[in-house]
T-cell receptor
Framework: DTEVTQTPKHLVMGMTNKKSLKCEQHMGHRAMYWYKQKAKKPPELMFVYSYEKLSINESVPSRFSPECPNSSLLNLHLHALQPEDSALYLC?????????????FGPGTRLTVL | GQQVMQIPQYQHVQEGEDFTTYCNSSTTLSNIQWYKQRPGGHPVFLIQLVKSGEVKKQKRLTFQFGEAKKNSSLHITATQTTDVGTYFCAALQIKETSGSRLTFGEGTQLTVNP
């Protein structure tokens, strides 16, 4: 099973809403990632968890709050977002946060902030 | 930080024609990965190149890593409509304090006219 699943597939929220994105993998991977991708642009790294600990925060605004409840799950909590935060949010995982590890991407959550 | 320049940004070809996308870096790369993202889809890992001068083939796709490990290319022979998508190169950037992360090129969007 080389699948990373993400829910929901689509999300529309207002600027005052609180919502969460979920990501799950059952490949035994110990590194999990959140990326943001705008249309016609490459994925931009937001956060990295390695062995359930936050190892990279790419200076992401605090209205995005990641959480790694266990080695298979990764959440992204959203609060007071802005319309410019509308994008495709991709989760990825890899065996380790290492030198040659392939990243497996989930299908993404397409977020629209009104 | 490390940047990877990718060209061209767009490429339109007739089915059966060849296609090449190039990635260049001003610094020596540890390795380079290639991903394909279909329209409306998510990035899917294609290949990883690690060694200087390495060449790898996957059916009609040929991947090369330059001798100086500063450039890479992806060549598709006799394109098919199934090749449509955006091809990204991604270089691994390693930081002692926070581990590794992928830096993506801007991508080359390939369209194939049947």
């Amino acid at each position: 099973d080389t699948e990373v699943t993400q829910t929901p597939k689509h999300l529309v929220m207002g600027m005052t809403n609180k919502k969460s994105l979920k990501c799950e993998q059952h490949m035994g991977h110990r590194a999990m990632y959140w990326y943001k991708q705008k249309a016609k642009k490459p994925p931009e790294l937001m956060f990295v968890y390695s062995y359930e600990k936050l190892s990279i925060n790419e200076s992401v605004p605090s209205r995005f709050s990641p959480e790694c409840p266990n080695s298979s799950l990764l959440n992204l909590h959203l609060h007071a977002l802005q319309p410019e935060d509308s994008a495709l949010y991709l989760c990825a995982s890899s065996q380790d946060q290492g030198f040659t590890d392939t990243q497996y991407f989930g299908p993404g959550t397409r977020l629209t902030v009104l | 930080g490390q940047q990877v320049m990718q060209i061209p940004q767009y490429q339109h070809v007739q089915e059966g024609e060849d296609f090449t996308t190039y990635c260049n870096s001003s610094t020596t790369l540890s390795n380079i990965q290639w991903y394909k993202q279909r329209p409306g889809g998510h990035p899917v890992f294609l290949i990883q190149l690690v060694k200087s001068g390495e060449v790898k083939k996957q059916k009609r796709l040929t991947f090369q890593f330059g001798e100086a490990k500063k450039n890479s290319s992806l060549h598709i022979t006799a394109t098919q409509t199934t090749d449509v998508g955006t091809y990204f190169c991604a270089a691994l950037q390693i930081k002692e304090t926070s581990g590794s992360r992928l830096t993506f090129g801007e991508g080359t969007q390939l369209t194939v006219n049947p």
